[in-house]
């Protein structure tokens, strides 16, 4: 069943159309990309999709009863009261289905079959926002976006990225059937993107996705939708099937426009020849035909580029050699490292959370700022070019005075250096301060090719790029021939670009060889190691439907009598149901409502694995590798999330 159904729309901003001929289906359990370069319409597309904006053409029906969610990238400007009560106020929905259900329980034992299914649907929602642990549930979502230290402040004082992830954290909380995201990524790290992904794949969210972060559209989404030529094309498959396909798709255009391009001159040519002579009938015939032969559009294509950093000669082995330091300011460490060394060519890429001091150990490595403690060693040969995040010291004066003030070059030089970053004609004498986050990024580049550096330290460089401009950025980075320090949440470059990636939390810093991918692989083999000797040692062992077996199974005949007397049990009988509505309830300590509540989630949770291996095994007979992969990757997420409840609830049980 749809929940949302988009059909023929059209919009126009003056005597300029955004896009027409935009039709899409949303079903309940959908997690959709919607992807394009900035200014094609997404943000526009999402706020008609809400009701928030009207088409000019077309119309979107939305399923009856159907609760919406939009997140957009300006939130919570003029909120009162504090982060935890603008957090609560997201409950408001929770409390209205709790009173309804206690409303309704009365009237269960009289067996009126609509009053026992809306109490269904009523207690299901109830369920599914977390309403049976709301105190838990608004820890964890607060905990997961890393607003868990900024509960007690002021809505007012926080900053713009913070407002933007409490408006995402009040959105998962209100727990809308339809989720409408507009960069819902932005902002955060990468625990807390690695959570959210976690969030609505567990929740199973119907969600409609704007993101330029690759690697979180693989993960949580399975269609993608995109802009094209003024309209949106579907696709099968999460980003990286989108990518694949796009590229196969545009190939193959080209080609038959190449060749039907070829035809159309050939008869072109026919008619000019004989229009006029015995043949005349043969090429009136022919200019008819071609008349009506419908043009094959070529693929839209980016313009080229021919971006390129020269890396200076490094005669030595090692470029960057520290002891163990201690790193911060005004001589208070945020940070401790082991030794550090950076080789001839090699590629780091460090991570962690924000405010944990990647900054501030790249610039200490780098001599920007002095260490603490230790000391810092680079190459006689060492040349350094510092991409600072957000590309500081490019908000005035135009495009040739930023590089000319960087460089020293003359005008012509300039000039000429500016064309191979597409910065052409009049284009060098625009304000550095309208131009648009790509548009700045080549700019930095061009800054730093003037330099031709062997150590290139990027900070944040994918920061506000759109998804053209990030591989057009990927492209000249993985091109470049010296050595790279990057600091950076894109975990989709990441993976293709790092040799090494340095882990920051904590106060501490972990070197791990290989990419993010192996970095993954590795953290999967201790969870597991883990899991195994927790199974063998402290923690009690799974029964055979999974459940820890020293306490009453979340299934069990004691566990149901336990939760019945917390709460309603989902009305599988008249006979229960009333029997439950009329039993008071009794009370309990918090810790024994917490692992109540906790069981019920285990065994709704065990419940959805149980579907999904079915679905897994009939998706895999069918041969759908694309879907085969979806459905796998969720169901390990499940896994995961059983394993993380299962934690929990030994905690509370200890």
């Known amino acids: 069943m749809s929940v949302l159904s988009v059909q023929a729309l059209a919009k126009r901003y003056g005597e300029r159309l955004l896009f027409s001929g935009v039709s899409f289906r949303l079903a309940y359990g959908d997690r959709v990309a919607l992807v394009g370069p900035n200014g094609t319409g997404k943000s526009t597309l999402l706020r008609?999709?809400?009701g928030r904006d009207e088409p000019d053409e077309g119309n979107v029906a939305v399923a009856r009863g159907t609760r919406i969610g939009l997140l957009e990238q300006e939130t919570l400007l003029d909120v009162e009261g504090t982060v935890e009560e603008r957090a609560r106020d997201a409950g408001a929905h929770i409390r209205e289905l709790e009173a309804e259900m206690r409303a309704l329980e009365p009237r269960l034992a009289g067996g009126d079959p609509e009053v026992l299914?809306?109490?269904?649907?009523?207690?299901?929602?109830?369920?599914?926002?977390?309403?049976?642990?709301?105190d838990a549930t608004v820890?964890?979502?607060l905990d997961g976006l890393g607003l868990a230290a900024l509960t007690g402040r002021l809505v007012r004082t926080l900053s713009g990225g913070e407002r933007t992830r409490l408006g995402l954290a009040r959105l998962l909380l209100d727990d809308p059937d339809l989720m409408l995201l507009d960069e819902p990524t932005n902002h955060l790290d990468i625990a807390a993107l690695e959570w959210l992904e976690r969030f609505l794949v567990e929740r199973n969210a119907t969600a409609l996705v704007v993101s330029h972060d690759r690697w979180f559209l693989d993960r949580v989404t399975s269609r993608t939708l995109s802009f094209e030529r003024g309209t949106v094309v579907e696709y099968r498959g999460s980003y990286s099937h989108y990518a694949r396909q796009r590229a196969d798709r545009d190939a193959a255009l080209a080609k038959a426009s190449e060749r039907q391009a070829e035809e159309i001159a050939r008869t072109e040519e026919f008619i000019r020849r004989y229009g006029a002579g015995q043949r005349s009938k043969e090429a009136r015939g022919r200019a008819k035909r071609l008349s009506r032969v419908e043009r094959i559009a070529a693929p839209?294509?980016?313009?080229a580029h021919s971006w390129r950093l020269e890396a200076a000669h490094m005669a030595s082995d090692t470029v960057v050699d520290a002891t163990p330091l201690a790193v911060g300011h005004a001589a208070t460490p945020i940070l401790h490292t082991p030794?550090?060394?950076i080789g001839r060519g090699a590629r780091v890429a460090v991570v962690g959370p924000n405010g944990a001091g990647k900054t501030t150990l790249v610039r200490t490595l780098i001599g920007e700022l002095p260490p603490i403690e230790g000391y810092v060693a680079s190459a006689p040969t060492a040349r350094v070019a510092y991409l600072a995040q957000a590309q500081q010291g490019l908000m005035s004066g135009s495009v040739l005075e930023a590089l000319r003030d960087a460089s020293g070059l003359a005008e012509q030089a300039a000039r000429d250096l500016l064309a191979r970053f597409l910065f052409r004609g009049e284009e060098v004498f625009r304000d550095v301060a309208v131009l648009s986050g790509g548009e700045r990024t080549r700019l930095a580049l061009a800054r730093l090719a003037a330099r031709e550096a062997n150590l290139l330290v990027l900070d944040e460089p994918t920061n506000h790029l759109d998804v053209p401009a990030r591989e057009a950025l990927e492209s000249v980075i993985l091109d470049y021939d010296g050595t790279i320090v990057l600091v950076s949440h894109d975990r989709y470059l990441i993976d293709k670009l790092a040799t090494e990636v340095w882990l920051v939390e904590e106060g501490t810093l972990t070197r791990h060889e290989g990419n993010w991918t192996s970095l993954q692989r590795e953290r999967a083999d201790r969870e597991r190691a883990s899991e195994a000797a927790a199974r063998q040692g402290r923690l009690p062992p799974r029964s055979l439907a999974g459940r820890?077996?020293?306490?009453?199974?979340?299934g069990s005949s004691a566990s149901t009598k336990e939760r019945r007397r917390a709460r309603p049990e989902r009305p599988a009988a008249r006979s229960r149901l009333a029997a439950a509505a009329s039993r008071p309830p009794e009370a309990g300590g918090r810790r024994q409502s917490r692992a109540r509540a906790l069981e019920h989630r285990i065994t709704e949770l065990e419940e959805r694995i149980k579907t999904l291996e079915q679905r897994l095994a009939d998706v895999?007979?069918?041969?759908?590798?694309m879907e085969t992969r979806r459905v796998g990757e969720e169901h390990a997420s499940l896994e995961k999330a059983l394993k993380d409840l299962y934690d929990e609830w030994a905690r509370e049980g200890s």
């Open 548 to 554: 820890p077996s020293a306490r009453p199974a979340p």
């Open 139 to 141: 820890k964890r979502v």
């Open 339 to 341: 030794r550090l060394r």
């Open 620 to 625: 895999a007979q069918s041969g759908n590798y």
């Open 117 to 134: 299914a809306r109490y269904a649907d009523v207690q299901h929602h109830f369920e599914h926002a977390g309403g049976y642990d709301l």
């Open 48 to 50: 008609i999709a809400a």
């Open 300 to 303: 839209e294509r980016l313009a």
